[in-house]
């Protein structure tokens, strides 16, 4: 059996859609059955949707502590679901909370732990793909283990629901958890700034690099984010100089992007940006410098000033909507 570990938030997020999916796939090249563990507030209503995604059984953490996240508790949730389970791989999304979960149930479990895997192959070795230095390369690895713990790449696959909907079956499951398993928890949460959605599975970004000039030159950015139901990112160089948060920074040792657009403005394209914005489906590059490197990756480009550009563009788009 595959067991599928599923974030959610008001829905499962995009990248457990997408595990879920990698995770059928393995599921029928195993000749096994999927399951999923769904820990967290309101878990109930989402383990029940799962059977569209080929879920045949979801099981429902229950503890009272478990309503906001906890790693380690989580984590120890998962390790005791296991003992009583059996399954023979487990898979989260690579995200940050499917990195932090299944690290410590490898590390409570001393289970083989492969992250950011782009490909699986059953059998004996069973083999993996998966992506290093930040998906610049990719490398092929046996993991052996009697489970074998996975986090999917994000966007390695499209998040696609079963072409045939069965019934899932909800369990409950009731871990036993210590204080010391709550040592990390959330305890307070509050709206980012600008409150906007998630930059992994936006369909539009819009993203600034040091060419937007400065923090202030963002706003043209958010507007033209906002007209289009987009998204703002930035470079590593924008963080660097304190102009946006980290958690908006594209790139090797920030987000990985998927955009069906990505409008990349006053930004050089290093290989470490490229890392976070190659699944963009077009990329439209404003830039000043006909020679910038990202401009290999464009689809389409205007070179100029983006201070200029930015704004013509929010004119000429506010005109086509009558706004
Ligand atoms: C280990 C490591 C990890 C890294 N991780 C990341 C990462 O995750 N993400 C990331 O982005 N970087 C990362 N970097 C940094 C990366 O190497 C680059 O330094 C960074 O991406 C450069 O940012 P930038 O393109 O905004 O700035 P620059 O390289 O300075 O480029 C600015 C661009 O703006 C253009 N420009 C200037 N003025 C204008 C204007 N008025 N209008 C339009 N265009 C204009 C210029 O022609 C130029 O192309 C990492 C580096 C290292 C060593």
């Given at each position: 059996m595959i067991l599928a570990f599923v974030e959610h938030d008001g829905g499962p997020s995009g990248l457990s859609l997408q595990a879920l999916t990698f995770g059928r796939s393995l599921a029928i090249d195993m000749g096994e059955e999927l399951e999923a563990v769904v820990i967290g507030e309101k878990a109930l209503p989402i383990a029940e949707g799962l059977a569209a995604y080929g879920v045949s059984r979801a099981h429902v953490v229950e503890h009272d502590g478990l309503d906001e996240y906890a790693p380690e508790a989580w984590a120890e949730s998962v390790v005791q679901l296991l003992s009583a389970v059996r399954p023979q791989v487990v898979i989260a999304a690579g995200s940050e909370r499917g990195h932090e979960v299944m690290a410590h149930v490898a590390a409570r479990t001393e289970l083989p732990l492969a992250?950011?895997?782009?490909?699986?192959?059953?059998?004996?070795?069973?083999?993996?793909?998966?992506?290093?230095?930040?998906?610049?390369?990719?490398?092929?690895?046996?993991?052996?283990?009697?489970?074998?713990?996975?986090?999917?790449?994000?966007?390695?696959?499209?998040?696609?629901?079963?072409?045939?909907?069965?019934?899932?079956?909800?369990?409950?499951?009731?871990?036993?958890?210590?204080?010391?398993?709550?040592?990390?928890?959330?305890?307070?949460?509050?709206?980012?700034?600008?409150?906007?959605?998630?930059?992994?599975?936006?369909?539009?970004?819009?993203?600034?690099?040091?060419?937007?000039?400065?923090?202030?030159?963002?706003?043209?950015?958010?507007?033209?984010?906002?007209?289009?139901?987009?998204?703002?990112?930035?470079?590593?160089?924008?963080?660097?100089?304190?102009?946006?948060?980290?958690?908006?920074?594209?790139?090797?040792?920030?987000?990985?992007?998927?955009?069906?657009?990505?409008?990349?403005?006053?930004?050089?394209?290093?290989?470490?940006?490229?890392?976070?914005?190659?699944?963009?489906?077009?990329?439209?590059?404003?830039?000043?410098?006909?020679?910038?490197?990202?401009?290999?990756?464009?689809d389409y480009a205007v070179i100029g000033d983006a201070r200029q550009v930015i704004p013509a563009l929010v004119a000429e788009i506010r005109k086509a909507i009558k706004l």
């Open positions: 992250a950011n895997c782009t490909a699986a192959e059953p059998g004996e070795p069973f083999r993996v793909t998966r992506q290093r230095w930040g998906g610049s390369l990719l490398e092929e690895a046996h993991v052996v283990g009697s489970v074998k713990l996975l986090t999917i790449a994000p966007h390695a696959v499209q998040a696609e629901p079963s072409a045939e909907v069965g019934h899932v079956s909800v369990t409950p499951f009731i871990p036993t958890l210590a204080d010391k398993d709550f040592r990390v928890r959330v305890m307070d949460r509050m709206e980012k700034t600008g409150g906007k959605g998630s930059l992994t599975e936006a369909r539009v970004v819009v993203g600034g690099g040091r060419g937007v000039g400065s923090a202030e030159g963002f706003s043209a950015l958010e507007e033209l984010a906002r007209l289009l139901g987009g998204v703002v990112g930035c470079s590593r160089a924008v963080t660097s100089a304190g102009w946006r948060p980290h958690s908006d920074q594209i790139g090797q040792t920030g987000v990985r992007i998927a955009p069906d657009l990505y409008i990349a403005c006053g930004i050089s394209g290093a290989t470490q940006h490229i890392v976070g914005c190659k699944g963009a489906k077009h990329i439209l590059v404003i830039n000043t410098d006909t020679e910038a490197p990202i401009l290999a990756r464009a």
